[in-house]
């Protein structure tokens, strides 16, 4: 009988990163940032059905990037968690970072496990606050590892050239116009140096966290008209409420890469 191959556990886990890695960066990214009135999200994302960006529970909301199929679960998942919690205890109790810890946990035993592939994901867990220096957003890679971010994360895609790009332009107390306007910049240059694209609405999904809604769900979309207005910089088109957010059981998926 032939002796194994063998392979240390250091240069398993290095390969199963690395294949994680690869598959997240096929993916269109994802910026996150904070602007004066709440957390915005953003995603290059053409379909209007199939979201990238979601409400988990009141003020907490998910974005996402890698195989579709693998982080719909999480995300139906963690509604799941926040539901349970917030009916068997108190809605208070449920928080980003509870949510958080939930995800790592999953997406750190699935790493780890020899019998099945690592998730091809990263994901993005925020929670807006009272007030700007209360709100919460944490990044999870695949092997489970929670980093707490402050005002900016990007996921998926060129996520390294487009961080630093949006860290440089990103300052506290940006209306929502002039914080879409540095997302989407972010999202449409050439990380080659090359011609920056042109965005259009129909191309990107938004979403907000607003602190200053009135209703007890800060999560809602921007769309159509609303957003067109926005990036044109119409601050007045911010005071829009017409379209609702997602239902918390809402089982609809997000985007594929």
Partial sequence: MSTPFYVSPQQAMADRAE????????????VVLTYA??????????????????EIYDKIAFAAVGRYNEFENLRIGGV??????????????????????VYAQTL??????????????ELIVAEVGKATEDDQIYRLTPD????DEQNTVVVGGNADSIGTYLEQRHTPGLSLAEALKVA?????????????RTLT???????????HRPQQRKFKRI??????????????????DGTEGAAPKDVSGDAAE
């Fill in 201 to 211: 609405p129909e191309q990107l999904e938004v979403a907000v966290l607003d602190r």
């Fill in 108 to 121: 750190g035993t699935i790493f780890s496990s020899v019998g099945e592939k690592p998730y091809e994901v």
């Fill in 37 to 54: 009135d709440g957390i915005v999200f953003v995603a290059e994302n053409t379909s209007r059905a199939l979201h990238k960006v979601s």
């Fill in 144 to 147: 489970g590892s929670v980093v």
């Fill in 184 to 196: 989407v910049e972010s999202l449409a240059r050439d990380p080659n140096g090359g011609s920056p």
């Fill in 80 to 101: 799941r968690y926040a539901d349970l919690r917030g009916y068997s205890y108190d809605r208070a109790d449920v928080t980003a970072r509870g949510l958080a810890n």
């Fill in 19 to 30: 294949y994680a890695r690869k598959g997240i960066a096929r993916g269109r990214s994802v």
């Fill in 223 to 240: 769309l159509g008209g609303q957003l067109a207005r926005l990036l044109s910089g119409d601050e007045s088109a911010a005071a829009e």
